[in-house]
């Protein structure tokens, strides 16, 4: 690992190492006393859902069984009942998310610019086959989309955000472009050089003209670092554009967690986002956030985390055709993303245009603030300023004025 530091690599969500998030372990921020290093997980395997229900693990009667299988076997003779696979879906993380009631509104991200850095996109999987994207390949010279992930990590993301079959994504209406500067190793794992990905950031501003760069890979930061590297300088470039960064909180929560989101989570203007599950509980594996900038205190609606969502337990499109089930900071990031873009679409005057700065990016990151604290509540280091409503911030966004 001490021999790639260099690169971006990725890493499982801890306590299942189903799914990968990517890291950038030489990313750094401006502050002073801020570095990168690379987040010491091995990778594993993603776990394919099951396709059809299993029978269960123990029949205590067999002649009972064998009777059963014989009426069913009478009645699919007769027609009378027909036996479908029944594949699980994550339909609560749109709704309780609150998604699908913008999308019952008409919402579909229609007119926002969407770019994924990843590894890239399998456009051969049933429901990602009807996109037309524009795609930029950092990781070899490829002109046709193409997923070089040993897990498919950008299909992944991307079906949460676009996929069209089995599972409805988040803003299925945006215009999407995708950017693979993460791989497979020999080694069967994922990392890119970070001069891979802070082009491909770049690509996303200009020429793909981004509205939204979604980034579900992040750093360690380091207290002893006075530089900053190119990621870093790039994201701040899309901001410095009016481009809304999304980028997870990080995985490394729990009792190895060193009280600090991924770069560049931790930049002012990103919004940055941890992971929730089901009963809207923090996921023990999303990273806190600590509120100090070297010896500045951050102020709102900057405070990190921003946001949780929807993380754990979620289903979305894998390589060959096949669906996984995976969890992190990663899978919430494009959920914030989808929410973000069925926002844009009933205001494009927020997004990036030629005269464009940080501004609007800030009165979304307070609406983003209003929308999500409870009466009465602050900000935690744990849980932000609280979980994801995409429709009380739609709601909050249509009251912000010129910006």
Not at 117 to 128: E, K, M, Q, S
Not at 184 to 201: F, H, L
Not at 381 to 390: E, I
């Amino acid at each position: 690992m001490t021999d790639d530091l260099g690169n971006v690599q990725f890493i499982p969500e801890p306590e299942d190492a189903r799914i990968l998030s990517a890291v950038d372990p030489a990313a750094v921020d401006h502050q002073p006393g801020w570095r990168a290093e690379v987040m010491g997980w091995a990778p594993s395997p993603a776990m394919p859902i099951p396709m059809m229900n299993q029978w269960p693990k123990r029949i205590m009667n067999a002649s009972v069984f064998m009777i059963g299988l014989l009426a069913l076997w009478l009645v699919w003779r007769s027609q009378l009942l027909t036996i479908d696979p029944i594949l699980p879906d994550s339909e609560w993380v749109f709704e309780q998310s609150e998604i699908r009631e913008l999308q019952q509104l008409g919402q579909s991200g229609d007119g926002v610019r969407v770019c994924i850095v990843d590894t890239g996109i399998d456009l051969t999987h049933p429901d990602l086959d009807h996109l037309s994207i524009e795609y930029r390949d950092y990781w070899s010279s490829s002109d046709i989309p193409v997923d070089h992930g040993a897990l498919a990590h950008g299909t992944l993301m991307s079906g949460l955000l676009v996929a069209d079959g089995h599972q409805l994504g988040a803003a299925q209406g945006v215009s999407l472009g995708v950017v693979s500067a993460l791989g497979e190793n020999q080694d069967g794992t994922n990392s890119g050089d970070e001069a891979r990905v802070s082009n491909g950031i770049d690509w996303c501003i200009s020429p793909f003209k981004a509205d939204i760069i979604s980034l579900s890979l992040g750093g360690m930061q380091d207290p002893d670092s006075m530089s900053e590297g190119d990621i870093s300088l790039t994201v701040r470039k899309a901001i410095d554009n009016g481009i809304f960064v999304i980028a997870a909180a990080g995985n490394d929560g729990g009792s190895g967690d060193d009280g600090l989101v991924a770069i560049p989570g931790n930049i002012e203007h990103v919004i940055t986002v941890g992971a929730s599950d089901i009963n809207k509980d923090r996921w023990n594996g999303s990273s806190l956030g600590s509120q100090t900038v070297g010896d500045l205190e951050r102020q709102d609606p900057h405070l990190k985390p921003e946001v949780l969502a929807p993380g754990v337990g979620v289903i979305s499109t894998g390589n060959q055709g096949s669906y996984f089930e995976t969890q992190g900071t990663s899978v919430s990031t494009v959920i914030v993303t989808g929410a973000l873009a069925l926002i844009l679409e009933d205001r494009p005057d927020l997004t990036s245009s030629e005269n464009s700065n940080s501004d609007c990016i800030l009165a979304v990151k307070w609406a983003l603030r209003n929308s999500t604290l409870e009466p009465g509540a602050t900000h935690s280091d744990s849980g932000g300023y609280g979980v994801l409503s995409a429709q009380k911030w739609y709601d909050e966004v249509m009251n912000i004025g010129r910006c």
